[in-house]
């Protein structure tokens, strides 16, 4: 099947409201029949005795349906090896984020959650409300223990990984911190459940080498299912079938729909229905985002900006060399490691050349069948298409370079990848607002002349810069010079963690380093850049109708990038998780550090916008 009918396919079945509402809630029925039932659901006639949490994890995944809610199995490339593929335990995903659940009963929103619980319960066929409010009270406490464990984001990056074969991890997690010697623990069972999940030809044995980030929250996990598993299995499956059954109300009746959307308007604020076809949009934006963008970059993209665009990549690298060069802080061996990073930086502009080949693409896709008239198996059928892909490449040489890695050209966004040490400008950004080489270059450069110079950036910042030239996580730095860098970086956490929202609240600057140090250094080489281009090129003229010099308009075109609207709800779930600082805060303290912007617009000396030099922050 073409992969454009694929994509087609999977629109048409989301769109298809009364096919949905055919089927309702039956293939969720269907599902946790399959399984043994929901608890909950069930009544006293549910049997604990046949109940296995790790087969039916398996059954979970061959449904389906994401497997994530105790332990999420990934495989991604090895960072001390990218040519390899390493399997990677991550923590579980939740219902209702870390900082909602942990605040308890008492909280609103973990109120309209509970409400969820038993409204989907009661839907599904549940006779005894008083019981599932009960019981779904106790799931809850569940997920808060769960989340409890894993990782604050409001403590920054993490900081360290560990490699074991699975044998060792399975000890090490048994006997983790939190554990005392004498409680109950998992043992050989991460070997069983790695098998149930994974699902490979060849099984995963106990030399298989794993990758975790956070041994205390697996020994917990290790702990607190062994527990369950030995004196409440009811509690145990009634989380899992939750969690199952959450992820199904996207796809059914507008009645499950709207019951997913109540908890949404609670948690984000957002009061008016999304049109439909943005919502089965957004269904093609992942797993077929490759099908995506081919159609985008043969149809709707301009190849001549492909060029042009990559022109503006060649001066903002050859501005972040000119940094390097006019460096005072680094050693001579560091810095040179530093140029050698970015002399073999990789640039993808627009699109990989693959992408317009129709038999790569097609091919990519051709172990996927979608229907037109089921958008519930459709969703299962694409899940299940992506996770197997994903562990399949457990066992293959992976490849850095590989340009199925930089096939999101739709995407309206920028990335730097540290694994392949290449940044990605898609098609999807190089146009409107971003990018257009028909005005004024003081606004191009002030627009996606700062996102490519904010993604360079991202190969020096506190998380990047463990990375060396090839992508492989390696120290290059001398000691001295890693510790100047340290305190440049500090410099920045605690200046943007001493700046107060117009709403009162305060920033993290430890979790919006890596984003502040890229968007500090892009000002910079943008700025730089432009300078350099009016020098070759001559001033450009004065935009007919506005008071603004260009440089000015350099500026504002560079603020213009983060113009956000969102509500309350949103920018606090923003403020909690999100490693960018919010809008004013990337605007008006990145502004303030640099001197250029003062002279720009004369701000006086002393004040927010021209500050004592002393209090200026800057790493690149």
Request: net charge neutral; with cysteine.
């Amino acid at each position: 099947m073409p992969a454009i009918v694929t994509m087609r396919n999977m629109y048409k079945s989301c769109m298809n409201l009364s096919a949905i509402e055919s089927y309702g809630a039956d293939p969720l029925r269907e599902a946790l029949d399959s399984l043994g039932g929901w608890p909950v659901l069930v009544g006293d006639k549910w049997d604990n005795s046949t109940f296995d949490w790790i087969a039916v994890s398996g059954q979970i995944r061959r449904l389906g349906f994401r497997t994530d809610m105790f332990v999420q199995f990934k495989v991604i490339a090895d960072v001390l090896n990218n040519t390899k593929k390493v399997l990677f335990l991550d923590e579980a995903t939740l219902g209702l984020r870390r900082q909602i659940i942990t605040l308890g009963p008492n909280n609103s929103i973990v109120q309209v959650y509970h409400q969820l619980m038993v409204d989907t319960a009661m839907l599904l066929g549940a006779d005894n409300k008083t019981r599932v409010k009960e019981e779904m009270w106790d799931v809850i406490q569940m997920e808060t223990q769960i989340a409890q464990a894993t990782h604050d984001p409001a403590q920054g990056e993490k900081k360290q990984s560990w490699y074991l074969h699975l044998k060792a991890f399975a000890d090490v997690a048994n006997q983790s911190e939190v554990l005392a010697s004498n409680q109950t623990r998992m043992g050989h069972d991460w070997i069983r459940l790695a098998n149930a999940i994974v699902q490979l030809p060849d099984n995963i044995t106990a030399r298989e080498l794993v990758m975790v980030d956070n041994l205390n929250y697996m020994g917990y996990i290790d702990h607190l299912i062994s527990v369950y598993n030995q004196h409440d299995k009811r509690l145990l499956a009634n989380y899992m079938m939750w969690r199952l059954a959450l992820q199904a109300l996207s796809t059914g009746s507008k009645e499950m729909r709207d019951m997913r959307d109540n908890l949404h308007r609670h948690l984000y604020g957002i009061t008016e229905k999304i049109a439909r076809w943005k919502t089965c949009l957004s269904q093609l934006t992942g797993s077929l985002s490759m099908a995506l963008s081919s159609l985008y970059i043969k149809h709707y993209f301009n190849s001549t900006l492909k060029g042009k665009a990559s022109e503006m990549v060649t001066n903002l690298r050859a501005e972040f060399d000119d940094i390097l060069h006019k460096n005072d802080w680094m050693d001579s061996e560091t810095k040179l490691n530093a140029f050698r990073k970015s002399q073999m930086m990789k640039a993808v502009v627009g699109y990989p050349h693959q992408l317009a080949n129709d038999t790569l693409v097609n091919g990519h896709y051709k172990t996927l069948n979608l229907t037109d008239n089921n958008f519930d198996l459709n969703i299962r059928r694409l899940r299940n298409w992506a996770q197997r892909r994903e562990f399949e490449k457990l066992r293959e040489v992976n490849d850095p370079q590989d340009w199925r890695n930089f096939a999101n050209s739709a995407n309206v966004n920028a990335f730097y990848w540290s694994q392949a040490n290449a940044i990605v400008i898609p098609a999807g950004i190089l146009r409107d607002v971003f990018f257009d080489n028909d005005r004024p270059q003081y606004m191009n450069f002030g627009t996606i002349g700062y996102i490519i110079g904010h993604e360079i950036t991202h190969a020096f910042d506190n998380i990047g810069a463990q990375f060396d030239e090839i992508g492989n996580a390696r120290n290059w730095w001398k000691n001295e010079t890693r510790l100047h860098y340290n305190s440049k970086a500090q410099c920045m956490v605690k200046q943007y963690s001493g700046f107060t929202l117009t709403n009162g609240l305060k920033i993290n600057g430890d979790l919006t380093l890596k984003e502040n140090i890229a968007d500090n250094g892009a000002l910079k080489e943008a700025y730089n850049a432009y300078e350099k281009y009016t020098e070759k090129f001559g001033h450009e003229l004065q935009l007919p109708g506005l008071k603004y010099t260009p440089r000015q308009l350099f500026w504002i075109s560079a603020a213009m990038n983060w113009c956000s609207k969102s509500s309350p709800e949103m920018f606090k779930t923003r403020l909690d998780t999100d490693t960018h600082s919010p809008s004013q805060a990337r605007v008006n303290v990145a502004l303030s550090n640099f001197k250029e912007f003062s002279q720009s617009f004369s701000c006086k000396p002393g004040t927010d916008m021209n500050p004592n030099p002393k209090k200026r922050c800057t790493v690149w």
